[in-house]
């Protein structure tokens, strides 16, 4: 059956004849147990192909031709096919295998050419080189531009070149650096050249087009020499390779800040990161430079040596992440003496050792890492974000150090793809704005720009895959999962092709593409889709006249669609002439380069895999008989390079192919992690997933101890209780259970299914005799030990819908007068609610009293205060980044302080446990915001040196708990399914504070201007003339010049000062400056001195000034909007809402407010001895206030307040809160 594809362009396909027909895999009943099948049951593959052979018909349809492998390593098939074009789809069991095992002769290499390295860490040396007579040309590096906030840590990277050899790199066109090997191929005749006719490039490109050990080692299995490493007389390393023990090739770049913005060479193994032949001494350093530089001497996995013990220079440190993003891929980076890999864990990318079990952190993106590649030699490896400011970072694979970062290279929505070209010279971007953009950086440069770069067409779909062409870099392929699209670049040029391909061109459903890869030796290109098709593409040569038809990218075309199997392809891969897909039953298919079946995996029982990576160095095995044998008819082993698994459903496994040993490396829960609990006395940590899986870690030595997996339901809280002998669990379906901590089983008959919403919250009391939970449903629900059948069992004793508003915390207190537990919760609301223990009954919760602890913030988290005051306390944050201090009894706010102010309010408070051999008196608490974890010191003051934050997870952080010894915190990330370990360094905290400096001098810092700003002295003279008004303006009698000012003066100071406290505002100051020292003293202070005023002012002060967003969310919750879409109020509404609502008015107040503001009693209202006069105060506000009043008119024309000219230009253009902020004129 033969159809012509309906929807292909008419300029470059429309006389294209195309065949098609059906084939199926082998059924997985057929695999059994066995990983080789019978060859008798061997499928050939499916394909639809043209009727008759285009012009531009590809190598991938001719792989068997003889003649065009070069004669010292010539692959031979066992059996030729009958055929050279690509296998049409046949029903199984219809013909022969097409082709069979393909036998690899051994070849030997080309010795390489031996080149001087050189390398510069300052101008001063480079000077010197040319004064011995070397002459040197930069042929990388431009001129430094790069912005003034790169990173200290950033290297540039220059190249160091002869005359010569910089001639002939501007002479160099785009060619094929392949071995001759593979060259042979498709190699035009007289168009390469071999590796000694190449000319002598700069070290760094140099290296980077060595080829690869894949690519240049031809030998057979078993037949390679070791490198042995020798330690010189010098100190430096030799590594002696009996092939080619001359290559040499060092990386080196400048350790010294200032000389970052200078261009610095680097030069680069020539095996593409593997340990050079000789590392000799560098001409240009002397012997110190040389040993100085990290990169000069990194070998793989030095970052995880013994060294000395690190200055931890903060006072929080990551040292440990639990969990990983299956979303993206997961690298083998190291498995030969070492197994490690690498992977992404929230804005983190994680080098772990696995068999030494230790960790390495790149840090340095402040959002979450969207995208990770690595370059083929394992030396390189890039990642990037998606935030704001979003960055592309390269590191060093060997020695975890950032030596590029790009800023800014999407503006428009941060990166989503990212990909090194095969000689790692260059990296490919994928933009992740709503217009996709694709650019190609020269990272081994200095230049801040792309290369080149080009938008694709919304109609492309969301672009999410990038790949190079292993065989010519200027040629790149991406999809999205409905659009393939081609690029081809030269010189600052880059374009783009996106060939048509749907369910009509074949008459066969396509499916959604997942990736795309070039063939390892032909001109075509691969696409897999989730239909378990693989999509061949092609360069063609069209009919059309066209002369742009025949040039790349617009000559490709989808050529086949081959059915390979049921199950959707998720992953493809190229390794050692193979092309391998992967399923999402978790299996692993191997082709030949005719896409002629090898074999296959199908026992590991995994889950759809995400991605595949396979080990750097080729398999030496020992014993051929232990690898599978392939389903050819030879049956010979089919030698497979050992390779890394990981599955969407977060299981990382390693597949040793040599003997078949699967071992799994990681098995992270693949959903949501809101659930943590530490341990009270042990180092265990217990984590819970919406997946349903909860795991316990033992902390100290970072170990997996015990799981369980509830099945069908998800985790949303967990705790210990006070001993730690139980565990509670609260599920999102109400569901709670009890259980030994240790083994993880159920410590009741039947798990408690009472509450009809998510369980977020749980507590034990401090005798562990009671539990509580709230639910997302506002309801509390009190479980108790109960005696029945002489066993203490756990009963529910009663529920309440105790809040209107969502409950933040669930806090178990001690009575100060007795060992007896007090509950209690705290709501959106604003309602703090103590229940009575010991009157309640089944089925009724008693409430001892309400209490409304805020006025208009929204509090966050309730927590008990240490005993750092004589005084007990409940200590609280809310919305408006105040933490403040209420009395355990009274609940009375005795103080408020300014919180930490890092992007947004503290979300939950806890206090650091105290560590062994830290001083008792002293005391810290731990927070977290919504992307951040931070330390605080106590007692608090508002002291912003005190406090210190880092950003721990830029999605969203949904909790924390502190160790029981207090050196570590752990964050939940929640939608970034990991868990991160923090170590607490607080001797940098208390350095911090010292720094910051002493008394009144963090404070004098927060007021505009500072100590000796024009805002101090204002205060000052209001300071001062608060003690005449207090002493009468018009009196006579001597002055009494004090430091202090009565208490009833502080409220005019704040309003001179431009700050308007409510009325409960105002009773809070003053209760805070009376109650002071009450306990020490017993007496009421009733006067304050500037230094005090000027805390008490800074901490009760808004903490980012009055907003105008703030007032037109007042004016559209009570008004209307009007036909401006402005939000208004009438103006009799405004006077009823002003005189009934809130702290309300009297109409003689009222009057007299409003009549000063619009400028009728221009001295300031009433006299300080007079009375006010209210005549014609409202015939007067009828005439100056309109009927209908904005937001607006109210704040500029009323309030008199400046207000942004962006703002009176229209409410539209405020988008910014520091842009609109209100001051008050003095």
């Excluded at 992440?321 to 003496?337: A, H, I, K, T």
């Excluded at 090194?420 to 996709?436: C, I, K, M, P, Y």
């Excluded at 006025?855 to 004589?870: C, F, G, L, M």
């Excluded at 609940?891 to 979300?907: A, I, W």
């Amino acid at each position: 059956m033969s159809d012509e594809p309906s929807d292909i362009p008419m300029e470059t396909s429309q006389e294209v004849t195309l065949s098609e027909g059906d084939a199926e895999m082998p059924s997985e009943e057929v695999l059994g147990v066995e990983i080789v099948p019978d060859e008798t049951e061997l499928p050939s593959q499916a394909g639809e192909e043209p009727s008759e052979p285009s012009q531009g018909t590809s190598e991938l349809t001719q792989a068997t031709e003889d003649k065009r492998f070069p004669a010292k390593d010539t692959l031979m098939p066992t059996s030729p096919p009958k055929d050279t074009s690509l296998p049409t789809e046949t029903a199984v069991g219809e013909g022969p295998v097409q082709e069979g095992k393909q036998q690899r002769v051994s070849s030997g290499l080309q010795a390489k050419k031996r080149s001087s390295v050189k390398m510069s860490k300052s101008t001063s040396r480079a000077q010197k080189v040319k004064q011995e007579g070397q002459t040197s040309k930069d042929v990388t590096s431009k001129p430094s531009r790069v912005k003034d906030q790169r990173y200290s840590h950033e290297k540039v990277v220059k190249v160091e070149t002869s005359g010569k050899e910089a001639r002939e790199l501007k002479e160099e066109s785009v060619e094929d650096r392949r071995p001759d090997e593979e060259r042979g191929l498709t190699e035009k005749p007289g168009t390469g050249l071999s590796q000694d006719e190449r000319p002598a490039e700069a070290t760094v490109h140099w290296l980077l087009e060595q080829p690869l050990e894949s690519e240049a080692s031809q030998e057979p299995a078993g037949t390679r020499q070791e490198v042995v490493a020798s330690p010189h007389k010098d100190g430096t390393i030799s590594r002696t390779d009996p092939e080619d023990a001359a290559r040499a090739a060092d990386l080196a770049v400048s350790a010294k800040e200032e000389s970052l913005s200078k261009p610095m060479i680097v030069e680069m193994s020539p095996q593409e990161g593997e340990p050079s032949s000789s590392l000799t001494p560098v001409q240009g350093l002397s012997p110190i430079d040389e040993k100085g530089s990290v990169l000069f001497s990194a070998l793989p996995g030095m970052m995880f040596e013994e060294k000395g013990k690190e200055v931890c220079t903060h006072p929080l440190n990551l040292s440990w992440v639990f969990g990983y993003n299956s979303r993206l891929p997961v690298f083998n980076l190291m498995d030969e003496e070492c197994r490690v890999i690498l992977y992404v864990s929230s804005h983190t990318a994680v080098i772990h050792d696995l068999q030494r079990n230790k960790q390495y952190h790149l840090q340095g993106h402040s959002s979450c890492i969207s995208c990770v590649c690595v370059s083929e030699d394992r030396r390189w490896i890039a990642t990037a974000d998606r935030g704001p400011e979003s960055l592309v970072i390269v590191w060093d694979g060997y020695s975890a150090v950032p030596v590029h970062t790009i800023f800014d290279s999407h503006p428009e929505g941060g990166v989503c793809a990212v990909a090194f070209s095969h000689d790692s010279r260059f990296l490919a971007t994928v933009g992740a704005g709503e217009v996709q953009k694709v650019g190609i950086w020269k990272w081994t440069s200095s230049e801040t720009k792309p290369v080149c770069s080009i938008e694709l067409l919304p109609q492309y779909g969301f672009q999410d895959y990038i790949a190079f062409n292993c065989r010519n870099h200027c040629e790149l392929v991406s999809n999205s999962t409905t659009q393939v699209i081609f690029y081809m670049w030269e010189g600052g040029s880059l374009q783009c092709h996106a060939p048509l391909l749907t369910d009509r061109t074949f008459n066969k459903v396509v499916g959604l593409f997942s990736q795309s890869l070039f063939h390892f030796s032909t001109e075509q290109a691969v696409t897999g889709t989730l239909e378990g098709k693989l999509v061949v593409w092609d360069a063609i040569n069209p009919s059309s006249k066209s002369a742009v038809s025949y040039v790349k990218p617009y000559n490709m075309k989808a050529i086949k669609l081959v059915h390979l199997q049921k199950d959707g392809i998720t992953a493809l891969a190229v390794i050692d002439k193979k092309i391998v897909t992967c399923d999402v039953k978790g299996h692993i298919k191997f082709y030949d380069g005719s896409l002629q079946l090898l074999h296959w995996y199908s026992q590991f029982k995994l889950g759809p895999i995400q991605s595949i990576s396979f080990s750097k160095k080729p398999v030496c095995p020992l014993n051929a008989s232990q690898f599978p044998s392939s389903s050819t008819l030879t049956g010979q082993p089919l030698i497979v390079r050992n390779f890394i698994l990981s599955t969407s459903d977060g299981v990382v496994v390693h597949v040793m192919t040599e003997g078949m040993k699967v071992t799994k490396c990681l098995e992270e829960p693949n959903g949501a992690v809101h659930a943590i609990a530490c341990h009270p006395t042990k180092p265990l940590l217990a984590k819970g997933s919406i997946c349903g899986l909860l795991k316990v870690w033992d902390y100290k030595i970072d170990k997996y101890l015990v799981s369980r997996i509830f099945k069908g339901q998800s985790i949303r809280s967990i705790c210990y209780n006070h001993d730690g002998s139980l565990l509670a669990v609260g599920f999102t379906d109400g569901t709670v259970y009890i259980l030994d901590s240790i083994s993880l089983e159920d410590d009741t008959l039947e798990p408690y299914r009472y509450s009809k919403g998510q369980v977020i919250h749980m507590c034990f009391s401090h005798d562990s005799q009671y539990l509580a939970t709230a639910d997302d449903n506002m309801s509390v629900a009190l479980y108790k030990k109960i005696i029945e059948d002489e066993k203490e069992v756990w009963g529910r004793l009663a529920a309440l819908h105790s809040h209107y508003k969502a409950i933040r915390t669930i806090l178990f207190a001690v009575h100060i007068d007795s060992d007896k537990p007090r509950l209690l919760t705290l709501g959106e609301d604003r309602l703090l609610v103590e229940y009575d223990l010991e009157n309640s009954v089944t089925d009724e919760l008693v409430v001892i009293r309400r209490d409304r602890i805020e006025q208009s913030a929204v509090p966050k988290y309730i927590t008990q205060y240490p005993p750092v005051t004589t005084e007990y306390f409940f200590l609280t944050a809310n919305d408006q980044y105040k933490m403040k201090l209420y009395n355990v009894t009274t609940k009375m706010c005795r103080k408020t302080v300014l919180g930490p102010t890092y992007g947004s309010p503290l979300e939950k408070i806890q206090v650091l446990p105290h560590a062994e051999g830290c001083d008792p008196e002293k005391w810290y608490l731990a927070y977290i915001t919504t992307d951040k974890v931070g330390l605080q010191i106590l007692p608090i003051d508002g002291n912003p040196h005190k406090s210190s934050a880092f950003i721990c997870h830029p999605a969203g952080v949904s909790d924390f708990v502190c160790s029981c010894d207090g050196c570590h915190i752990f964050t939940s990330g929640g939608d970034d399914f990991s868990v991160m370990k923090w170590d607490v360094n607080l001797n940098v905290l208390e350095a911090a504070v010292s720094l910051g400096g002493k008394e009144l001098v963090p404070f004098y810092n927060l007021l505009d201007g500072g100590r000796e700003g024009e805002f101090f002295r204002e205060l000052e003279d209001y300071f001062y003339y608060a003690q005449l008004r207090h002493q009468g303006i018009d009196t006579m009698e001597p002055r009494k010049v004090s430091t202090h000012i009565p208490l009833e003066q502080i409220p005019f100071v704040m309003r001179a000062m431009g700050f308007y406290p409510s009325e409960e505002q105002i009773e809070n100051m003053l209760n805070e400056v009376k109650f002071g020292d009450y306990l020490e003293t017993g007496k009421q202070t009733t006067e304050i001195n500037l230094g005090d005023f000027i805390k008490l002012y800074i901490n009760h002060r808004p903490a980012f000034g009055l907003s105008i967003k703030e007032i037109e969310a007042a004016f559209q919750v009570l008004g209307y909007e009007n036909e401006n879409q402005e939000a208004s109020l009438n103006r009799s509404d405004l006077l009823l809402l002003l005189q009934h609502k809130g702290e309300h008015f009297t109409e003689e107040e009222m009057a007299e407010c409003l009549t000063t503001l619009l400028g009728m009693n221009p001295e300031g209202g009433r006299s300080e001895v007079g009375t006010y006069d209210s005549t014609g105060a409202e015939a007067f506000i009828e005439e100056e206030i309109p009927e209908e009043i904005t937001a607006m008119h109210f704040v500029a024309e009323i309030l008199g307040l400046p207000v942004p000219e962006s703002a009176l230009a229209g409410v539209e253009k405020t988008s910014e809160t520091g842009s609109s902020d209100l001051t008050s004129e003095s």
